[in-house]
C-alpha cells in the first residue's frame, strides 16, 4: 500500500519562501511521475509542478520563476520549494505520484497560507 506523507506547509508572509515535501513509500513497483497540486477554497485542484521518472518537469504558468520542483536520488521523495509567494498561492498542496501502470495516489495535503 503506498502513502504519501506531506510536510513543510505553514503560514506566511507574501514575498516569503516554504519548501514542501512529500516522502513516498510502500510497495511502489515504477514510478512514472511525481508532483505537487493545489485546491483553493471554491476552486478546483490544479497542477502546480510535476517531474517524470526521466527528468522532464511541467510548472503551472503562474509558478514558473518563483517554484522548483526536485526529487532526491531515490526519486521517492519529492520537494517543492516556492519562494515570492503570493496571496493567491494560498491553498492546500497535495502530492501526487503516478505508476506506469496508471495508478494514482495521493496525500492528505499540507496548507499554504500567505498572508498580505
Known amino acids: 500500500q503506498v502513502q504519501l506523507v506531506e510536510s513543510g506547509g505553514g503560514l506566511v508572509q507574501a514575498g516569503g519562501s516554504l519548501r514542501l515535501s512529500c516522502a513516498a513509500s510502500?510497495?511502489?513497483?515504477?514510478?512514472?511521475?511525481m508532483g505537487w497540486y493545489r485546491q483553493a477554497p471554491g476552486k478546483q485542484r490544479e497542477l502546480v509542478a510535476r517531474?517524470?521518472?526521466?527528468?522532464?518537469?511541467n510548472y503551472a504558468d503562474s509558478v514558473k520563476g518563483r517554484f522548483t520542483i526536485s526529487r532526491d536520488n531515490v526519486k521517492t521523495t519529492v520537494y517543492l520549494q516556492m519562494n515570492s509567494l503570493k496571496p493567491e498561492d494560498t491553498a492546500v498542496y497535495y502530492c501526487?505520484?503516478?505508476?506506469?501502470?496508471?495508478?494514482?495516489?495521493w496525500g492528505k495535503g499540507t496548507q499554504v497560507t500567505v498572508s498580505s
Open positions: 517531474i517524470t521518472s526521466g527528468g522532464s518537469i
Open positions: 501526487n505520484l503516478r505508476t506506469w501502470s496508471s495508478e494514482v495516489y
Open positions: 510502500g510497495i511502489i513497483l515504477s514510478i512514472n511521475g
